[in-house]
T-cell receptor, first 109, second 114 residues
Framework: GQNIDQPTEMTATEGAIVQINCTYQ??????LFWYQQHAGEAPTFLSY????GLEEKGRFSSFLSRSKGYSYLLLKELQMKDSASYLC??????????FGKGTTLSVSS | DTAVSQTPKYLVTQMGNDKSIKCEQN?????MYWYKQDSKKFLKIMFS???????INETVPNRFSPKSPDKAHLNLHINSLELGDSAVYFC?????????????FGPGTRLTVL
């Protein structure tokens, strides 16, 4: 079976740093994706990790530990436009992307 | 614009009706998908096609029938619509069906069944 857990909601203030955690249990792991989804819009790709470690891309970084079944998305210098849902998704061998239920991040001034 | 497009954006219909949603991608991708996102924002894979061939068919009622006339199109036909079918349906595409292939999503079709 598969299980992907993320916090349902998080709040932060502009300029701060926030870390969104994701834990997963899947049979056959082929990589982990983070997507951003603004209300009423399509998910857009943020990052992909398949090896352990940190991938940095501007203000966003994503970390993976395969042995722990754990990933996090780190958002720095938060802006109001970062208010969105952040979806953790695991690529399970032989199937497709399995999504978590998403974390709704609210950034306030 | 290079993108994944879906029509219609909004679809309101009565229970028992049959409806179709169309999806087109001009990214030159080989693989296309249909996802359903329910009211709790949970995004779940329904179908995947690679080069017009069905490769993923999750546990979906057989009232849902995907059709891929060519690599650039994947349509979704739904028979005998039920209240529980109300959701946002997203089409997506990727270069291939490998785990490293990023999926690009269309804008979604919000289906409301009354």
């Amino acid at each position: 079976g598969q299980n992907i857990d993320q916090p349902t909601e998080m709040t932060a203030t502009e300029g701060a740093i926030v870390q969104i955690n994701c834990t997963y249990q899947t049979s056959g792991f082929n990589g982990l994706f983070w997507y951003q989804q603004h209300a009423g819009e399509a998910p857009t790709f943020l990052s992909y990790n398949v090896l352990d470690g940190l991938e940095e891309k501007g203000r966003f970084s994503s970390f993976l530990s395969r042995s722990k079944g754990y990933s996090y998305l780190l958002l720095k210098e938060l802006q109001m436009k970062d208010s969105a849902s952040y979806l953790c998704a695991v690529y399970q061998a032989g199937t497709a992307l399995i999504f978590g239920k998403g974390t709704t991040l609210s950034v306030s001034s | 614009d290079t993108a994944v497009s879906q029509t219609p954006k909004y679809l309101v219909t009565q229970m028992g009706n049959d409806k179709s949603i169309k999806c087109e991608q001009n990214l030159g991708h080989d693989t296309m998908y249909w996802y359903k996102q329910d009211s709790k924002k949970f995004l779940k894979i329904m179908f995947s096609y690679n080069n017009k061939e069905l490769i993923i068919n999750e546990t979906v009622p057989n009232r849902f029938s995907p059709k891929s006339p060519d690599k650039a199109h994947l349509n979704l036909h739904i028979n005998s619509l039920e209240l529980g079918d109300s959701a946002v349906y997203f089409c997506a595409s990727s270069q291939g069906a490998m785990s490293t292939d990023t999926q690009y999503f269309g804008p979604g079709t919000r289906l409301t069944v009354l």
